[in-house]
């Protein structure tokens, strides 16, 4: 069984589209994660979010929303798609939780990634 | 405010070499640390991690780090390298961020190129 599973594996689209990536935990893990891998193989955090709760929103413009409907799902939907946001995006999750949950000395789990590329 | 260095963006080794990736760390409080390894078209794996119970690590694949606190540093490294070892290896420092929650820090990664 995957443990962390992100659809779709790759997507080519125009400039000026909207499309979403999903992502799926089947770890029981409370947090989960949406990084973006550049072509230099940064890694760079977009969102966070523990229990369906929003809890990191790293600069990311207002095209990129992030959805979760339950602890085991968070997707990304992306309007109005720019060349410059070509990458490779991946989900994550975490056992990690706030002060209550801590467990700074969880690590993460990634999914296979999504190559994201706009033409 | 935390932050991970991995020095060196590309290490070239022979197979059956030492091999010797490196990641300095600051933190302000004592942190926990980890190294993944991604191969080409997946997501990172974890390979190892420091939680405070001992300087020396072992993880997957023969792979291990060594903590030390003097140095801020938590290299990784492997006896004898093989050609499966090629990938991209990543250091990540985890501490506590606003709310409390965890705050991950990736450092640049490192590629690994095992040469026959």
């Known amino acids: 069984d995957t443990a962390v599973s992100q659809t779709p594996k790759y997507l080519v689209t125009q400039m000026g589209n909207d499309k979403s990536i999903k992502c799926e935990q089947n770890?029981?893990?409370?947090?989960m994660y949406w990084y973006k891998q550049d072509s230099k193989k940064f890694l760079k955090i977009m969102f966070s979010y523990n229990n369906k709760e929003l809890i990191i929103n790293e600069t990311v413009p207002n095209r990129f929303s992030p959805k979760s409907p339950d602890k085991a799902h968070l997707n990304l939907h992306i309007n109005s798609l720019e060349l410059g946001d070509s990458a490779v995006y991946f989900c994550?999750?975490?056992?990690?939780?706030?002060?209550?949950?801590?467990?700074?000395?969880?690590?993460?789990?990634f999914g296979n990634g999504t190559r994201l590329t706009v033409t | 405010a935390q932050s991970v260095t991995q020095l060196g963006s590309h290490v070239s080794v022979s197979e059956g070499a030492l091999v010797l990736l490196r990641c300095n760390y600051s933190s302000s409080v004592p942190p926990y640390l980890f190294w993944y390894v991604q191969y080409p078209n997946q997501g990172l794996q974890l390979l190892l991690k420091y939680t405070s119970a001992a300087t020396l690590v072992k993880g997957i694949n023969g792979f291990e780090a060594e903590f030390k606190k003097s140095e801020t540093s938590f290299h990784l490294t492997k006896p004898s390298a093989h050609m499966s070892d090629a990938a991209e290896y990543f250091c990540?420092?985890?501490?506590?961020?606003?709310?409390?929650?965890?705050?991950?820090?990736f450092g640049t990664g490192t590629k690994l190129q095992v040469i026959p």
């Open positions: 994550a999750s975490s056992q990690a939780g706030g002060w209550q949950g801590a467990s700074y000395n969880s690590p993460l789990h």
């Open positions: 770890l029981g893990h409370d947090t």
């Open positions: 990540d420092v985890s501490d506590y961020g606003r709310g409390g929650y965890q705050k991950v820090t």
